[in-house]
């Protein structure tokens, strides 16, 4: 029994260490404590030269195979009724936690002591002390799917070192656990452990499983930037803030938390997020291009007004409706003639509408179409530009209908039927207009008058599938300009 109140300082001693060096750290921790009980039988072993009986290193009867009478704790299971096991835990990354702790306990020989000379007659029958301290990585396995809640398996690995009235050996281990959370920071802790001892030479150093059963306290954090709230329940742990607002700040004051404030820095009511309204158009101050004066939203809070939907300071009239085109002020007719100089190509001369403004070109109908028929006798040699004879004549009687009509301009057109390729035949009806063209301008029309355009087969005036057709299609038109 004095080995064992040994055993029971040196186990005091280590937590308070732990303790000490866990309330020097700025991290998680965890403190677990509770009962721990030792079986040998399990793992089938009753010390070397023990028969039944004699000496058996469990708490009753013979050793078992291989997890035989796993939870019979009443003849097997060797326990304190106190507080025997005692961890100190710190969270590394990952749902890995790192773990020191110390158990002791009372390990109850039956029997004649049989372990050789060095025991012998020394525990016939009695108790022999158990001290073992470790460390251990638990691994959370609901961390695989990001999960965290009151229910937590863990997977164990570790190892430390064991004492049997104070013979000593390493051992290994490997097991499961159980945290389930009754509070954010206090959990019931059930674990199991198989410890393989290093030393097999030596029948107390046998393996053997260990059971835990206690509360796992959380304690510890950090705060970062001094507002009273930890870093882990701190929705802004760089930040100093507010109690109500989980640790984020309101730097204005106005009830409304810094990260859905639009204004952090000014006060503004809710409506408007947190921003104010100085001209009270609806529009903060902060998206109002005229935070002083009533506006419109489209003109992002500057007015217009006129209305007529250019906002003043890009209307030169802003007091009289005007289109945009003319910046905002009304178009000027200067002619008087009821068409807006915008519109009007004869903008100081009264002309119709029909010829944009324009006075008409002084032309009858009748000299229009005197002009058409003779276009339409305008013949050229075959796949050239060179005119027929008797074709100038007809050009004669146009030269004479133009300078009788001097006002009038006029549009030649080429065209060709639908023979020969695209290119070519484009070509050509831009060359027959330009012949045409230039024979007028050379008897006297001013080139200011015409312009030409080869359309080759683009806009046939008749089928292009029978020889007369084609001829039709084969054509200069003279139209006037409108």
């Given at each position: ?201 030596d029948p107390y150093f046998r393996p053997y499983f260990q059971h835990n059963l206690g509360l796992s306290v959380r304690f510890g954090g950090k705060d970062s930037d001094g507002d009273g709230i930890y870093d882990k329940d701190d929705a802004c742990p760089n930040t100093f803030g507010l109690l109500e607002f989980d640790g984020c700040p309101d730097t204005d004051g106005d009830g409304i938390i810094d990260s859905k404030d639009d204004c952090p820095l000014v006060a503004g009511p809710v409506e408007f ?153 484009q070509g050509l009806s831009q060359r027959r207009a330009n012949a045409v063209l230039k024979y007028l301008e050379s008897h006297g029309i001013a080139a200011s008058r015409l312009s030409h355009a080869g359309f080759g087969e683009e806009y046939p005036v008749a089928t292009n599938k029978t020889a007369a057709g084609r001829a039709l299609n084969r054509r200069v038109e003279i139209n006037l300009k409108k």
């Amino acid at each position: 029994m004095r080995n064992l109140k040994i055993a029971l300082m040196a186990l005091l001693i280590f937590v308070g260490m732990t303790n000490m060096n866990a309330q020097d750290k700025n991290h998680p921790w965890a403190i677990n404590f509770g009962i721990n009980a030792i079986d040998f039988h399990p793992t089938g072993w009753a010390g070397s030269d023990a028969t039944e009986g004699e000496g058996n290193l469990t708490d009753h009867g013979n050793p078992g195979g291989f997890g035989d009478e796993f939870f019979n704790l009443e003849d097997h299971y060797n326990y304190l009724p106190t507080i025997s096991s005692v961890s100190v835990g710190r969270y590394l990354a990952g749902g890995l936690t790192l773990e020191v702790g110390a158990n002791i306990n009372k390990i109850t020989v039956v029997g004649n002591s049989t372990y050789g000379s060095m025991y012998q007659n020394e525990h016939n029958p009695g108790d022999l002390a158990f001290l073992s301290v470790g460390a251990l990585l638990k691994y959370n396995v609901l961390s695989l799917f990001g999960s965290e809640g009151w229910f937590q398996p863990y997977l164990i690995a570790g190892g430390g070192y064991n004492w049997i009235d104070w013979e000593g050996a390493g051992m290994v281990s490997g097991g499961l656990g159980l945290d389930l959370w009754m509070h954010k920071n206090v959990a019931l802790n059930v674990q199991s452990q198989y410890k393989h001892v290093l030393a097999d030479t030596d029948p107390y150093f046998r393996p053997y499983f260990q059971h835990n059963l206690g509360l796992s306290v959380r304690f510890g954090g950090k705060d970062s930037d001094g507002d009273g709230i930890y870093d882990k329940d701190d929705a802004c742990p760089n930040t100093f803030g507010l109690l109500e607002f989980d640790g984020c700040p309101d730097t204005d004051g106005d009830g409304i938390i810094d990260s859905k404030d639009d204004c952090p820095l000014v006060a503004g009511p809710v409506e408007f997020n947190g921003c104010p309204d100085t001209d009270g158009d609806g529009i903060i101050d902060k998206k109002d291009d005229c935070p002083k004066v009533p506006g419109l939203a489209k003109f992002n809070g500057c007015p217009d007004t006129d209305g007529d939907g250019i906002m003043d300071s890009k209307d030169d009239c802003p007091n009289v409706p005007g289109p945009k085109a003319n910046k905002g002020c009304p178009w000027p007719d200067t002619d008087g003639d009821g068409i807006l100089d915008k519109d009007d190509k004869c903008p100081k001369v009264a002309g119709l509408a029909e010829y944009n403004g324009c006075p008409p070109p002084i032309i009858t109908e009748e000299a229009e179409k005197m002009i058409d028929m003779h276009a339409k006798t305008i013949y050229f040699n075959t796949a050239k530009s060179t005119f027929k004879p008797g074709v100038t004549e007809k050009l004669d009687a146009i030269v004479a209908i133009m300078k009788e009509h001097p006002r009038a301009n006029f549009m030649i057109e080429g065209h060709t039927d639908s023979q020969g390729g695209n290119v070519y035949n484009q070509g050509l009806s831009q060359r027959r207009a330009n012949a045409v063209l230039k024979y007028l301008e050379s008897h006297g029309i001013a080139a200011s008058r015409l312009s030409h355009a080869g359309f080759g087969e683009e806009y046939p005036v008749a089928t292009n599938k029978t020889a007369a057709g084609r001829a039709l299609n084969r054509r200069v038109e003279i139209n006037l300009k409108k």
